[in-house]
């Protein structure tokens, strides 16, 4: 009984496995599997080649998408079967409790590479549109722009979802290669989605249906580097081709002697779903167990080039997934375990606990699993420590480095809470064993596969309530929910608590909340007049634009940071008596004229009455926006009782600090800019068809 090592073998090769992974084939191929575990055990055990003589380790991440905590072997899945992904995590360090930032692709991209919460970005809960000009804000430090004064090289391929276009709908200008990527491969910079499919299941096939060809083109497109060269995406050996991208970057980068961080983000398992001819039908976890293997066996190809390039014990490698699994989608959609909840719901474990596995072969002790919790934004200021850097100090950091706990030197998580946001909605706090939790978001029905799923995929890529942070899906919780997620990971009981402590907790909150969707700042037209504060700060006035300097007869430095400009616009100018909300305009984005900006120099402070921004305000795209609560907060605080008052207590602090330094920025551009990337020089024309397989772009 020989265990399949999926990087030893071509696909055609790959035999058919059981559910517990041992090989159901004869004894024609058995030398081919005793090389394959000879490869493994020589990969994960550290490779016997010399590693690169570089000092600083090389990088890789390996993100999968709407991938849920369950979907692997390794993390319990009765049927889905044992590979590459499992043996790097027995040879790794395993977490359980790993967390992404968001519940949906867009804003937890960011927070991979920003190392920061994408609420502080500006970012709501939805994802940058092919047609979008929307993109990760330029003053924000990507890892692979944070990487290269390092003396890394950086490249990537897969999914980006991060921006494509700023003014035309060919410029590229937020593609990966802007962001500090020397090497960009193959990229999907939007995403393979429901509209690609080309089973029939979804769609009728190209030319089948004229309007659905028409939609599928004008989404569905793949590039090298910065250029077009699928339209509609050509899934064949759209694998394959990402994998050729990483074994060419990977052994290139070694050759020249230089440190690299490779970003592979596959497409899979978002649906549509997809593979070769040689995955289909061989898992016994059906079409999305197809996925799996096609990606696992990607995964293994990756490593092989790392220990082929000599690179093993002087690379750290990293795999998890974006967020939860697409629960709605029936057989496509993934599980995330025991977990309740996935992709969308921020208020549930599932929508944002994933797999986390990290090895580092030789410096990290491997073989374990390590419950400490843990954050997708920490593979940022992980891989800052490794390289011997220093984290970027022009904006909040959220990410924290792991090396002390993978190293053994501590035991704990470096986190004290995460706070898991919905947009711009705090819907729960995780401290230690415990979460509260504000809102929850609604799950499927008890039939819903009976109504959607008859033929084991769903009839509608949708989502249970809309995928929305308010509205009747969505339950407020008063008093909030607080919940041992350490032996109720499932999330059925919540734990007994006085309800006069709970009913403050959700009072506070609510004074902590945003008073307007920041995304609405963006679209009050210009009328030269902004609110300020009134005098006593109870009311906001229209009143002429009021430099900050009028409040405090000093400007702010040119390094001024967003939160310095926060405290200073709270202490000057509503002397954080009475600002509900309010705008905080960095100078460098103020132009002295009469179109709702201040003086040249000087940052502005702007107040944002009880309603929200008065129409005709106009707030400058690139503003900094903060959000504070009061600190007239009424009646005192009933005091707290019961056997989790000191939890309470500690939440309650924890929370009212993280809101004082929130700092959120505006997302540039304009989701509705109409650039959907397409192949013809005259994309008005409605034609935008392309396939360049052989085509070499610069």
Not at 194 to 199: G, K, R
Not at 518 to 538: F, N, S
Not at 640 to 645: E, I, R, S
Request: net charge negative.
């Amino acid at each position: 009984q020989w265990r399949f090592v999926s990087s030893a073998l071509t696909p055609q090769d790959k035999p058919r496995l059981d559910m517990t992974g041992r090989s159901m084939i004869g004894t024609g191929v058995i030398a081919g599997l005793i090389t394959g575990c000879i490869a493994a055990t020589t990969r994960f055990a550290g490779s016997s080649k010399a590693t690169t003589g570089a000092t600083k380790p090389n990088i890789v991440v390996l993100f999968a998408d709407d991938f849920g905590w369950g979907d692997l072997h390794s993390y319990g899945h009765p049927t889905q079967e044992s590979g590459e992904i499992d043996a790097l995590a027995e040879r790794g360090v395993r977490f359980t409790q790993w967390y992404a930032a968001e519940s949906i692709c867009t804003p937890s991209r960011m927070s991979l590479l920003s190392g920061r919460m994408p609420t502080r970005m500006g970012m709501q809960h939805g994802v940058f549109g092919p047609t979008s000009s929307e993109h990760l804000p330029t003053t924000d430090i990507t890892l692979a722009e944070a990487l290269r004064p390092l003396g890394y090289t950086t490249g990537m391929a897969g999914k980006w979802h991060l921006g494509i276009n700023e003014a035309k709908y060919d410029d590229g200008l937020h593609l990966p290669y802007y962001r500090g990527f020397d090497s960009v491969g193959h990229i999907l910079p939007f995403s393979n989605h429901w509209a690609c499919d080309e089973s029939g299941r979804h769609s009728p096939k190209p030319g089948v249906d004229h309007a659905t060809d028409v939609k599928r083109n004008a989404t569905c497109f793949l590039y090298h580097n910065t250029t077009l060269v699928q339209q509609p995406i050509d899934h064949t050996n759209l694998t394959e081709t990402l994998v050729a991208d990483s074994e060419r970057f990977i052994s290139t980068a070694v050759a020249a002697g230089t440190p690299f961080f490779w970003y592979l983000a596959f497409p899979q398992c978002h649906v549509s779903m997809f593979t070769n001819t040689q995955w289909t039908n061989t898992s016994r976890n059906g079409i999305f167990g197809d996925q799996i293997r096609a990606m696992d066996w990607a995964v293994g190809r990756v490593l092989a080039a790392v220990d082929a390039a000599g690179a093993t014990n002087n690379t750290i490698v990293f795999f998890s997934s974006d967020h939860g699994p697409h629960v709605e989608l029936c057989l496509e959609g993934g599980t995330a375990g025991h977990l309740r909840g996935g992709k969308g719901d921020s208020s549930w474990e599932g929508g944002l606990r994933v797999p986390g596995i990290v090895a580092w072969p030789g410096t990290i002790p491997g073989g374990r699993v390590e419950p400490a919790i843990a954050s997708m934004m920490d593979i940022f200021a992980t891989v800052i420590a490794a390289a011997g850097g220093e984290m970027p100090t022009n904006h909040q950091m959220d990410g924290k480095s792991l090396l002390p706990l993978l190293m053994g030197q501590n035991a704990s998580s470096p986190h004290e809470a995460l706070f898991h946001y919905c947009g711009d909605t705090l819907m729960a706090v995780r401290y230690k064993q415990y979460k509260l939790r504000y809102y929850t978001e609604q799950l499927p029905f008890n039939n819903y596969s009976t109504v959607h799923c008859s033929h084991g995929w769903a009839d509608g890529e949708f989502f249970q309530g809309g995928w929305g942070c308010h509205g009747g899906a969505v339950t407020t919780n008063d008093p909030p929910e607080l919940l041992n997620i350490e032996s109720d990971s499932a999330e059925e009981y919540a734990l007994l608590t006085t309800d006069e402590w709970q009913h403050h907790l959700l009072q506070q909150r609510k004074s902590l909340s945003p008073v307007s969707p920041l995304w609405q700042l963006r679209y009050y037209a210009d009328t030269g007049a902004l609110p300020t504060c009134d005098g006593d700060g109870t009311n906001a006035t229209l009143l002429p634009n009021t430099s900050l300097d009028g409040y405090a007869g000093a400007s702010l430095s040119d390094e001024a940071s967003p939160a310095q400009l926060l405290d200073t616009c709270r202490a000057r100018c509503c002397n954080d008596s009475a600002c509900v909300a309010f705008v905080v305009q960095p100078h460098s984005h103020n132009t002295g004229k009469p179109d709702g900006s201040c003086a040249v120099g000087m940052p502005c402070c702007w107040l944002v009455d009880a309603e929200g921004v008065r129409a005709g305000n106009q707030v400058n795209p690139n503003a900094t926006a903060g959000y504070v609560r009061s600190s007239a907060p009424g009646p005192p605080s009933p005091p707290p009782a019961g056997p989790y008052a000191d939890v309470l207590r500690a939440i309650d602090a924890l929370v009212a600090e993280h809101m004082r330094t929130m700092v959120r920025e505006v997302i540039p551009g304009n989701p509705h800019a109409g650039l959907s990337p397409c192949c013809s020089s005259n994309p008005s024309a409605g034609v935008c068809t392309c396939n360049y397989p052989s085509k070499t772009p610069p």
